[in-house]
């Protein structure tokens, strides 16, 4: 099993920054890539961005290139979102997970984003 476990969210103003962590923990040893996705009010999840556990490859979607950042400490099992230029249509619960190489996806519980006008 592997536990992954959010934190940064909070409220900011339009144009600010925040920076999510998550922390894995458990049967980390085959981590293939790690990642976020958000959910807002009334949507469906979407993808946000990941990376690649070994290289330097890494995925964004369209909107938050050049304004989000993911990276990854491997020795502390944790990936970060920075996120800068904060829009108000950024405010969503923002979702951690973990997929395995042998298969086998992990969620963490969320945390919430709240971007004001």
């Known amino acids: 099993q592997v536990q992954l476990v959010e934190s940064g969210g909070g409220l900011v103003q339009a144009g600010g920054s925040l920076r999510l962590s998550c922390a894995a923990s458990?049967?980390?040893?085959?981590?293939?890539?790690m990642g976020w996705y958000r959910q807002a009010p009334g949507k469906e999840r979407e993808f946000v961005a990941a990376?690649?556990?070994?290289?330097?490859?890494?995925t964004y979607a369209d909107s938050v290139k050049g304004r989000f950042t993911i990276s990854r400490d491997n020795a502390k099992n944790t990936v970060y979102l920075q996120m800068n230029s904060l829009k108000p249509e950024d405010t969503a619960v923002y979702y951690c997970?973990?997929?395995?190489?042998?298969?086998?996806?992990?969620w963490g519980q969320g945390t919430q984003v709240t971007v004001s006008s």
């Open positions: 458990g049967r980390t040893s085959s981590t293939y890539l």
């Open positions: 997970y973990l997929q395995l190489s042998q298969g086998g996806d992990y």
């Open positions: 990376l690649r556990w070994t290289g330097t490859r890494t």
